[in-house]
């Protein structure tokens, strides 16, 4: 394998990214760039520099090593990022958790030995591991010989992708060792897809059909609702079309989390057009409702 | 096993009887009550019989002393009244209820009693005795007539006769007290039991149950005849007066019920006197035929138990194992469900009828603590079979859902889960539980608890047959006597030892602590690697284990020549056989118990102090010491480098390979020493309210904690440092199990949830799979227990208590070991349980919140009242002269006040350090008379800085007095007792003024 994957993160005893107690790997590299994206640090492949302003004491020691002189302590973000070529000097010598590096690699024994830690509480509650990102299936060595290093110990494996992959690979190195799959659908007009996410839908859906007709593993399908983006009547019209084009019946509604919008300026990225408040519930249950509607087989 | 698989585990449809609410209603509504019946009736019959100024007291007359107090107790069958709070500083009002109780007999002779010692701590309340019914914290219901007798009849006679002193006199050499008891007296090193108690054990109640007390005396009749042995008759003859003792107490009962029968109208009453009587007559004499006599057996050799040894930590083993046949062979034919449940509640309260006494000074170690009386279920049999077999049955359902419905402090229930064996259904019941109480029972990992104890060389038989002492300590039940709090070592003091090579910061940087390294070799700052200063650490702590085990030596010795325990050892297996006292060694199984506070605050510097100092460089030693010095104000920087240094609990490699280096070093170091009873030490990590207490008398240490914060409680990372749940779940499960021997508690706060069922599935999971072993990887975690409350409904009641009382009155919370009322614990401690790291199961994340401010603390002192001493003008800046010529004019004009010192004979000398103040008080004749010189042959020696700090320490309360001595304002040598007693003549004086000039 030539060069290692980032991994952003290593969510542990998460209870939301499949069943039971599950360790959640979150890659780094996206071929789509939604602008609503939750994890912004997870879209580009190289490492960036987080700064997180709560935590900074302001002891200037990153500005004082910097060989851009990128950083200074005036500005509210501290690092001029048009200047900033990401070599994490100041990360080593920041004495707190103010300024972060996203992006670790780790070799597949490390990355495996982490996941493993916690296979006592997998064990108990019928759960396992998720790979997600970013996108996870760019890396598709990486996660072969992470899933066969895996796979004997029993772990259970959910694969979580937007679904824009080539696959014939996927089905090569990483379908044979997966127990479920969770699928993001966004947005079913093509355009639409491609002015909010950077892609056509086109392979996504495509990917989609032959999944559900040749692999045999569980497949649930991800709509997360992005107000005005995602949660409108036609939108979730058309993906209920193509669902139940392709005989599915079981697709999960993910709630709007604005969490995200802060990362981006934490990686100084200018903030998204995205509403900063959370979906209130009547929304969310209007939007549950008129999709399950149209959904009529649904188990939700 | 006639165990029926489709029992219902939750007995949802069953609650509490009238009888119970109403009992449980009063109990909650009656503040304790000091009684005095047992120190008035050994005191009397110690006069009586010469007992005072012995060279040593043998187990036959202790056990003829017992017999008289047992036939010469009240009887009490019901109680009629309690007294109840009017609020904080106000004296207290008598309240009347209806007790119809299915138990008789009781701890002290009140309803809720607090139990006195003289010859172990009762006389560090001789300061309070006028004030101890209206203090802020805790206070206890104190009748003059009984303070006086306390201050005249009891007290005076155990001034040397009491543990503390009979050891420091013993023990000392060269004119100097053992060093052991100086450093015990600075409050910062330790704390040792013994000077209060034996207990923390667990009694064997089968053979009473099954064969009545009539069986044992028969036994010990034949072993007398059969032995030719001199202390082996004695001790047989023991055993035979204190059984006849009990059995003579429950007889007494029974006369009473009989006689309260004969007057009672109310016919149900009078048949429930009549059945009470009837029980009484058959047990503990003879063997239980019911479920019921069982349960009454049990309870009154319990009660006889206490009138030996303060009841700290004392424990009544695997209830539902013991009295599983009775139960069997009843249920559903004479007794219902119902039946079996109202008397568990009603034997629960009894259980909690008493609370231990616990000085004004000592609250801030130990307030809110009830005696911390654990009760063991579940599990699997005491055989050896090659698969454990289920030992979980019927009963071990009741008595969980009598504790549930319940909510009490005392009995500490503690649940026994073994993967495998028993059902996981039986674990998730347990989990349940824990949601709907809050905070309790304790859940014990029979794979590692087991493996840990077959470490020690216990058999496979007897290491299943484990159940709970105290707090969490595991020990084989009835057999093995392993006085599981005999040391309180605050680690973090090891520490500091190390940092600033051998001496103490609050103790004066100027002594010597630690006597064998004061070289310039020793001197941190000059070390180059890390494993030096591991290595002077391990220095430091062998030193400390030697200092500390000597000592708890010093005091076994003493409660081997003077408080001998024929009671106790009737109920153990061993001492029958050896003819030998429990305290002697007659247990089959011998050890003692160390505890430790500070683990994880230690384990943390010493990461930080590797990370930081020796492999990143980023400070230098000196750097180092001088911002731990500082609290590191000024040291923002190095303040931040150290928190973020690697923490144990998050599975890091640097903290686990300290933590489990210095649990091993712990292990090894105590493991070393050989108790005065021939056993090992054992060293575990609990913590009761000490690392509130201890960590109140610390300074900052190079974790990052900053001066007087908490330290994390037991086995417990600490709070805040950990932000994932299962890696914090891990890294205590991967501690081998074989070096912590004296059990642990580990501390975990969840978020309550709305949706408890799906709360409870993660629950379970969380714990079995905490408790995993990772196929022989690891051992699994030993115990875990919870509170599942939320930070703001700990912030509104320690906030708003008089806004929040409903809420208070029985919040109940985990605090390390045992469980307690919020309400009852000290501010200090309160806070430590708001800011305990708390996990969303949700999502294993911790939450995150702002550090709870604690009010500021008033100081109680006031000295204005000495203005009214005649002569005050002249002497105002000498205070101390003033408060003696105060007491010297007071006892020749008032009566009442010489009354105090009728008899009493004493040499007090006060000094300041360098000595330029000294003056002499002798009591003698019932007259006292001040020198202005230094006397020989003081009783009690008191050296201080300057006279405010000696009268902030003779005057203020609870605090204050700690500072004192932390500050080392105040050093006393001598007989501590003394200055108790000088602590009640000069606040009697204060009254008197303070009363005559309100006027």
């Not at chain 2, 009598?402 to 989990?431: F, H, I, Q, S």
């Not at chain 2, 978020?751 to 699994?780: I, K």
Request: glycine content about 8%; overall charge neutral.
């Amino acid at each position: 394998m030539s060069e290692l994957p980032l991994i952003v993160d290593v969510k542990r005893h998460s209870l939301e990214d499949g069943p039971g107690i599950r360790s959640v790997v979150f890659f780094k590299g996206c071929p789509l760039c939604c602008v609503f994206c939750q994890n912004p640090e997870t879209q580009a492949p190289g490492p960036e520099i987080v700064f997180c302003v709560e935590e900074c004491i302001l002891c200037g020691a990153c500005a004082r090593i910097c060989p851009s002189n990128a950083i200074s302590l005036k500005s509210e973000e501290r690092i001029d990022r048009t200047r900033c070529d990401n070599c994490g000097k100041c990360v080593q010598v920041c004495p707190g958790k103010g300024l972060r590096r996203a992006g670790a690699s780790y070799r597949v024994e490390e990355l495996g030995e982490l996941l493993l830690r916690d296979r006592a509480f997998y064990r108990h509650s019928q759960g396992g591991v998720t790979l997600s990102g970013g996108e996870c299936t760019l890396y598709p060595d990486y996660l072969e010989a992470l899933l066969k290093y895996l796979k004997p110990f029993g772990v259970h494996v959910v694969l979580e992708t937007s679904g824009f992959f080539s696959y014939e690979i996927f089905k090569q190195k990483i379908l044979p060792y997966l127990d479920m799959i969770y699928y993001d659908l966004k947005i079913a007009d093509p355009k639409a897809h491609k002015h909010f996410t950077g892609q056509s839908n086109k392979r996504i859906i495509e990917n989609l059909s032959r999944l559900i007709r040749e692999s045999g593993v569980q497949v649930i399908p991800r709509i997360p609702l992005i107000p005005s983006i995602t949660a409108t009547r036609e939108n979730l019209e058309g993906i209920a079309r193509i669902l139940k084009k392709m005989g599915l019946s079981n697709p999960v509604l993910l709630p709007y989390n604005p969490m995200g919008i802060s990362k981006f300026k934490m990686i100084g990225r200018p903030a998204p057009p995205i509403p900063e408040r959370f979906m209130s519930c009547g929304e969310e249950k209007e939007f549950k409702r008129l999709f399950y509607q149209m959904m009529p087989q649904t188990n939700q | 096993m006639p165990w029926k698989n489709d029992f219902d585990k939750y007995l949802d449809n069953y609650g509490l009887t009238e009888r119970v609410v109403r009992l449980r209603d009063a109990y909650f509504q009656a503040m304790p009550e000091i009684c005095i019946e047992r120190p008035y009736l050994i005191t009397k019959y110690s006069v009586n019989n010469n007992y005072f100024g012995k060279e040593s007291v043998s187990i036959l007359e202790k056990a003829k002393m017992y017999r008289y107090v047992l036939e010469n107790r009240s009887p009490v069958i019901y109680h009629s009244h309690g007294f109840e709070s009017r609020g904080p500083g106000k004296e207290m009002r008598k309240f009347a209820f209806i007790d119809s109780s299915l138990f008789a007999g009781s701890t002290t002779s009140k309803f809720k009693g607090v139990p006195l010692f003289p010859e172990f701590l009762g006389l560090t309340i001789w300061p309070e005795l006028r004030t101890i019914s209206t203090r802020q914290k805790n206070p206890y219901q104190l009748s003059k007539a009984d303070a006086e007798k306390l201050n005249k009849e009891i007290f005076p006679f155990w001034m040397k006769e009491n543990i503390m002193e009979r050891t420091r006199s013993r023990c000392g050499s060269n004119g100097n007290d053992p060093v052991g008891i100086r450093m015990l007296q600075r409050l910062v090193f330790f704390m040792a039991s013994k000077t209060n108690c034996i207990s923390h054990t667990v009694p064997d109640f089968k053979r009473v149950i099954g064969e009545g007390l009539g069986s044992i005396i028969r036994e010990a009749m034949d072993k007398r005849k059969n032995t030719e042995d001199f202390s082996r008759k004695e001790f047989y003859s023991a055993i035979v007066e204190v059984l006849k003792g009990i059995i003579a107490y429950s007889n007494n009962l029974a006369l009473e019920a009989e006689k309260l029968a004969l007057k009672e109208n109310n016919p149900i009453r009078k048949q429930e006197l009549l059945d009470i009587a009837e029980i009484h007559r058959q047990v503990p004499g003879y063997p239980a035929r019911t479920f019921r006599e069982g349960l009454t057996a049990v309870w009154i050799c319990w009660t006889a138990i206490h009138l030996e040894n303060p009841n700290v930590g004392l424990s009544l083993g695997r209830l539902d194992q013991v009295l599983y046949d009775l139960y069997a062979k009843e249920i559903n034919k004479t007794i219902s469900i119902n039946d079996a449940l109202e008397m568990i509640c009603c034997l629960w309260l009894k259980i909690g009828d008493h609370v231990p006494l616990i000085p004004d000074a000592g609250e801030q170690l130990f307030g809110g603590t009830g005696s911390n009386q654990a009760i063991t279920i579940g599990g699997v049999m005491p055989n050896s079979s090659e698969i454990a077999e289920d030992a979980v049955n019927e009963l071990t359902y009741v008595m969980l859902k009598a504790t549930e419905l319940m909510m009490l402090r005392d009995p500490n229930l503690n649940a026994r889960y073994y993967e495998g064996v028993n059902e996981p259904a039986y674990l998730k019941r347990l989990c349940d539980a824990n949601l709907k109480t809050k905070a309790t029972p304790a859940l014990h990992n029979d794979n590692a608890v087991i493996k840990a104890m077959m470490s020690q060389g216990e058999t496979i038989e007897q290491a299943r047959d484990y159940s709970s002492v105290g707090c969490v300590e595991p020990v084989s039940s009835g057999r093995a006597y392993t006085a599981s709090s005999s040391i309180l070592l605050n680690l973090t003091s090891v520490l500091e030892l190390t940092l600033f090579n051998g001496r103490h910061r609050h103790t004066g940087m100027d002594q010597l602590i630690s006597m064998d390294t004061g070289s310039p070799a020793d001197d941190p700052a000059r070390f180059e690697t890390f494993e030096q200063f591991r290595k002077a650490f391990y220095k430091q702590l062998n030193w400390m284990a030697d200092i500390t085990t000597s000592l708890n030596d010093d005091l076994g010795r003493t409660h081997q020549l003077f408080y001998p325990t024929p009671i106790l050892s009737a109920f153990f297996e061993g001492p029958m056989d050896k003819g030998k006292d429990l305290i002697k060694g007659g247990a089959l199984i011998n050890a003692s118990g160390v505890t430790v506070i500070g683990l994880a605050d230690v384990a943390d510097s010493l990461s930080a102090v590797e990370q930081i100092v020796y492999r990143e460089k980023k400070a230098t030693f000196k750097e180092l010491i001088n911002a731990v010095n500082n609290n590191f104000e000024n040291y923002k920087v190095l303040h931040k480098l150290l928190e973020g240094a690697p923490k144990y609990g998050n599975e890091d490699l640097i903290a686990q390979g300290n933590i489990q280096w210095l649990i091993k070093s712990l292990h090894d170091c105590f493991q070393a020493k050989t108790t005065y009873r021939n056993g090992k030490y054992r060293v575990g990590y609990w913590t009761m309210t000490n690392h509130a207490g201890f960590g109140r008398l610390t300074g900052a240490l190079p974790n990052g904690r900053k001066a007087h914060e908490n330290f994390a409680s037991g086995i417990t990372p600490v709070s805040g440092a950990t932000p994932v749940l299962t890696a914090t779940l891990n890294s205590v499960a991967s501690i081998p199990a074989e070096h912590v021997t004296n059990g642990m508690a580990f501390n975990i706060k969840y978020t309550p949830e709305h949706d408890r069922a799906t709360m409870v599935d993660n629950f379970t999971a969380s714990v079995a799979g905490y408790f995993d072993d990772l196929d022989g990887q690891r051992d699994g975690g030993m115990e875990i227990q919870f509170n599942i409350n939320d930070h703001e409904t700990f912030v509104k009641a320690a906030r708003h208590p008089e806004k929040n009382r409903e809420l208070l009155r029985e919040l109940l919370v985990r605090v390390s070991g045992y469980t307690a009322y919020f309400k009852d614990l000290n501010p200090q401690m309160q806070k430590e349980i708001i800011e305990r790291t708390e996990y969303n199961l949700k999502n294993g994340q911790m939450k995150s919140f702002q550090p709870f401010q604690l009010p500021p603390s008033e100081s109680s002192l006031d000295l204005s009242w000495l203005e009214h001493i005649p002569g005050s003008d002249r002497l105002t800046d000498k205070l101390l002269e003033l408060l003696l010529r105060g007491m010297d004019l007071s006892f020749w004009f008032s009566r009442g006040y010489r009354r105090n010192i009728k008899n009493f004979k004493g040499r007090y000398l006060f000094m300041t350090k360098g000595g330029d103040v000294a003056v002499s008080a002798l009591f003698e004749n019932g007259n006292m008379s001040v020198r202005g010189d230094i006397i020989p042959d003081w009783d009690v020696k008191v050296t201080f800085t300057d006279e405010a700090a000696l009268l902030d320490f003779l005057f203020s309360r609870d605090q204050d007095i700690l500072n004192s001595l932390l500050e080392n304002k105040v050093e006393i040598e001598g007989n501590l007792t003394y200055i108790y007693r000088f602590g009640f003549l000069a606040r009697d004086l204060q009254n008197r003024i303070m009363g005559r000039s309100s006027q």
